[in-house]
């Protein structure tokens, strides 16, 4: 069991919380880690380039000149690779880049990147906290009272458009609902800051064999 303070808006100390080790203390597979980041990164890919092969540019297929008495390169129509204009040799066509990867294996890799971040001290826990509207000198306010910097995540309980709005201004600085917390945020930002609800969770999800 990990013990791990709470801190409040203002960068104080509320209370101690105790996370299971399922949570913050798995050991870390990379092989599964770089798996799952691969893969997340190819489904993002939307696999939409196209080129034209020779037999689908605008032209005659007739021979351009005879084959022999020219003095030239014997050569067919128009739409050779070779010429200006023509088609394109081996040229990329529509097609998926979808890797499937077991639901078990994406679990296992969020746990180890979010050990990770747990053992490095690169994640902070944060009291449930909402804004009266959106206003980016408060999240500013909570970053620096927090000593953070670089790029950050907050991982939240449950939607807020107000902290949504108020971060969006500031780069590097994001958020996600704790359901929508993919492997790929938790290794791109520098540092995570998880609130309360957050954090329980997360680590229920982590508990449950299941995994939902």
Not at 50 to 69: A, D, I, N, P
Request: proline content about 4%; hydrophobic content about 35%; glycine content about 8%.
């Amino acid at each position: 069991m990990a013990t791990l303070n709470v801190h409040n808006r203002s960068g104080e100390v509320l209370h101690e919380k105790v996370l299971a080790d399922s949570f913050t203390n798995v050991e870390i597979n990379n092989a599964v880690v770089h798996q799952c980041v691969v893969a997340y990164l190819a489904n993002q890919r939307r696999g939409t380039a196209s080129t034209k092969k020779r037999s689908e540019v605008t032209g005659s297929g007739r021979k351009l000149y005879r084959q022999k008495g020219t003095g030239r390169a014997r050569v067919g129509d128009a739409g050779s690779p070779i010429r200006v204009h023509g088609g394109v040799a081996f040229g990329p066509k529509p097609r998926s880049y979808r890797q499937n990867t077991p639901k078990q294996v994406r679990l296992l890799g969020l746990k180890s990147a979010i050990s990770d971040r747990f053992q490095n001290d690169q994640c902070l826990l944060i009291e449930d906290f909402n804004l009266e509207r959106p206003r980016t000198k408060d999240i500013i306010s909570i970053l620096n009272s927090l000593n953070l910097d670089g790029k950050v995540l907050f991982v939240l309980g449950e939607h807020s458009p107000n902290i949504h709005l108020s971060l969006r201004n500031i780069p590097k600085v994001n958020c996600c609902t704790w359901n929508m917390l993919n492997i790929y945020e938790v290794l791109w930002h520098d540092n995570l800051v998880i609130t309360e609800s957050a954090a329980e969770k997360l680590q229920e999800k982590f508990t449950d064999p299941e995994g939902e």
